[in-house]
């Protein structure tokens, strides 16, 4: 049995059928917040934090910030591509990490400071092709990364009173999402 991750309020836990540990700032973290997880293919753990990112891998600890080129502010959802790339959407914006180093998408929206915006989820999903889908502006703009430019595929897809909540594709490629206020 593999070992379950939780991000909490005081850091990472790693649950391995017996017993919690917790790791922190005091163990190398950027944050205790922690906002996301994602386990990539090579084993590594990718935790996002109100400061930034860490990567824990093989036991060791590194840190990401904005002074190393990922996009500032929370980093509020990690996602793997097929292509090995892992994709932040933050509190700036939407960015990838190739291995060697960050590249900032242009035309993702900044995530505004509100009640309202902080507790919802800030969606993005990466298609099979290897592309970043996001929601762009507060309500329901889907938009798609094309390796060069974001580009709009639905505006105002939703009714007002309700926002995407989650993005994700399936096996097949298809792009399911969760509308916040009615599943």
Known sequence: MGAAWFATAHGVT???GRQFKTLSRVDGLLDDSVLSLCETRDGSLWVGSASGANRIKEGRITTYAATNGLAGGEIFHIEQGPDGRIWFRTREGLCFFDGQRFQSVPGVSRIEDSLFTF???????????????VVTKDRGELAQWDGQTMKPVAADLIR????????????????????????
């Open 160 to 183: 007002t009173n309700d926002w995407i909540d989650t993005l994700h594709f399936d096996r097949k490629g298809r792009l399911w999402f969760q509308l916040g206020t009615r599943g």
């Open 119 to 133: 507790w919802r989820n800030k969606p993005l999903a990466v298609a099979p092709n290897g592309m970043g889908w």
């Open 14 to 16: 790693r649950f391995d």
